[in-house]
């Protein structure tokens, strides 16, 4: 199977509305070969995160944009532009083997290959114009949305949306302390250094594959961005609590807050989607951790809940993942600006349930890889607003900026992923 064939093919899918990550999945029955995987998910990835630029430079060296009909063609053109200027691939290969997919179709191979020698032969005019029209290769909403709340700050944002993630490891405290792994992967010539706001935490300089992190299977590590780890931290469980996390897979927070305290009553985890959480097992078994699962509704408390009370809760509601967009660019090209509204909606019905679960001096954590307000900072405030039971707890800390209510850190600030919590304790 032709790698550029199967890119092209996730790329219309991603078009057509389905996630990149389960494009991908799909496509791995069809690819074997470790190198042949990567350079597909490269493809993807890289054209993906900048289609918005790629699309407007292709439509620069068209007559007329290429029909939906002809997705294929036209996802084929953009990963040749993407290849061409931000891949080390040879500017002749890049052409003759994109335009090579077209065995069948001498229209499009002849289209495809006057597209990509043109862009050779007009590369910087085309990627100046470029820079003046979509430098930040976001969709317009999405652009108006983030300057509308941050200002000056939203440059900065829309530029890290665009870089490559850091890769970030989370120590199993129960197994060994960050020096002791440090050095593990300095031993397997690794270079990784502390993260400065987790304890657990460790930036790698380079990404790795999994397998090749020492005790990995042993359940040693986990891979989790550093804002995410700020989480467990945040809700604090002690000895002989009761918590509930929900929206709980893929189970990171889950495991971290099992590794901190190992020595709670009950850590039940839900979430309404069965097969995610199965991924939530998966993980606490491999970390050789334990508890207890449950695919449920948040908001139907009548169908599970069994009336008693939790000390603590982490709520990592559904959002946008605005703020996650380097980690998942195909988020662009998915989220709706008529999205949030909705979701701000089932925010708050899901916020609301909670509450009601939490006991008297219990501690809410509402938390959202999210950097818009709407799902942030004035939710909260409009809960507290309709819960007169409800105060904000002050979270002094280094990291990310102080809001009315709550923490938001900015993408790429300190390493994180944008993220926002907020600590709520009940009256």
Request: proline share 3%.
């Amino acid at each position: 199977m032709n790698s550029r064939l199967v890119a092209a093919n996730i790329i219309v899918k991603v078009l057509a509305g389905k996630s990149l990550t389960a494009a991908l999945d799909e496509a791995w029955s069809q690819v074997i070969d470790v190198q042949e995987r990567a350079f597909i998910q490269a493809l993807c990835y890289g054209t993906v995160r900048h289609y918005y630029r790629l699309e407007f430079i292709l439509n620069q060296l068209v007559n007329k944009p290429i029909k939906d009909k002809d997705a294929q063609i036209k996802a084929l053109a953009l990963l040749g532009l993407y290849q061409l200027n931000f891949m080390r691939v040879k500017d002749h290969a890049a052409v003759s083997e994109t335009v090579a997919v077209m065995q069948q179709k001498q229209w499009a191979k002849s289209l495809l290959n006057a597209v990509l020698r043109r862009y050779l032969r007009e590369q910087d005019q085309l990627e100046a114009l470029a820079d003046k029209h979509v430098a930040y290769a976001h969709p317009d909403w999405m652009i108006k949305a983030i300057k509308a709340d941050w200002g000056d700050e939203a440059k900065h944002i829309l530029l890290a949306n665009n870089q490559l993630p850091p890769m970030s490891l989370r120590v199993n405290a129960r197994f060994c302390t960050r020096d002791d792994y440090l050095a593990m992967l300095a031993a397997e010539g690794i270079e990784g250094s502390a993260l400065a706001h987790s304890k657990q935490g460790i930036l790698l300089a380079e990404p790795v594959v999994v397998d090749k992190l020492p005790k990995f299977a042993q359940g040693w590590l986990s891979v989790q961005d550093a804002a995410a780890q700020l989480a467990a931290q945040l809700l604090d469980a002690q000895q002989g609590e009761r918590i509930l996390d929900i929206c709980a897979a893929p189970g990171g927070k889950t495991a971290h807050i099992l590794e901190l305290q190992p020595d709670l009553k009950q850590l039940l985890a839900i979430d309404i989607d069965a097969q995610r959480l199965a991924r939530v097992q998966e993980n606490l078994t491999r970390l050789q951790l334990k508890a207890d699962l449950l695919a449920a509704d948040a908001t139907q408390l009548d169908d599970w809940w069994d009336g008693v009370e939790f000390d603590r809760i982490l709520l990592d509601a559904p959002c946008s993942a605005l703020g996650v967009v380097r980690r998942h660019p195909d988020i662009k090209l998915l989220r709706r600006a008529e999205d949030i509204v909705q979701l701000q909606a089932l925010q708050q019905e899901i916020l609301s349930a909670a509450w009601t679960m939490l006991a008297s001096g219990g501690v809410l954590l509402y938390a959202t890889c999210s950097i818009l307000k709407q799902e942030n900072e004035s939710q909260i405030e409009h809960f507290l607003k309709q819960h007169s039971d409800a105060q904000a707890l002050i979270i002094e800390a280094d990291w990310g900026i102080k809001r009315p209510f709550g923490r938001q850190v900015f993408t790429g600030s300190q390493f994180m992923d944008g993220f926002y919590y907020a600590r709520l304790q009940k009256k």
